[in-house]
């Protein structure tokens, strides 16, 4: 994506016509810019640090266990909490976090 020096909008590809190289035009003002040589930048994008909605590790560390086997490893006990997650008439989902200490697999159970 190029953007126009002038105006800040995204430039556009014009076809070539007649005798007329491949372009960029802005659709907004009169600003031009042919195009030459193939244009390619490569750009690594940054990841964005995501916050855990359920209050990280440290919701976990009061919750209580149940018989529940773990679909990754089967084990077979559970750390639970419950969480309204939908409206008030929905019923509450259950999320499950392996006992395992190697394994640590989370799921939840609606």
């Known amino acids: 994506m190029e953007f126009c020096p002038t105006c800040g909008n995204l430039l556009q590809i014009e076809h070539p016509y007649m005798s007329q190289s491949l372009r960029f035009f802005c659709p907004t003002c009169p600003y031009v ?3 030459e040589r193939k244009i390619s930048k490569k750009l690594q994008l940054k ?3 995501v916050d855990d909605v359920f209050g990280g590790e440290e919701a976990w560390k009061n919750v209580d266990r149940t018989e529940a086997t773990c679909p990754k490893c089967s084990f077979g ?16 989902s ?8 190697q394994c640590q697999f989370r799921w939840r159970q609606d």
């Open 33 to 35: 810019f042919p195009i």
């Open 47 to 49: 990841k964005k640090e």
């Open 77 to 92: 006990k559970a750390f639970f909490m419950q969480i309204q997650i939908r409206s008030a008439d929905e019923p509450m």
């Open 94 to 101: 259950t999320f499950y976090k392996c006992c395992n200490n």
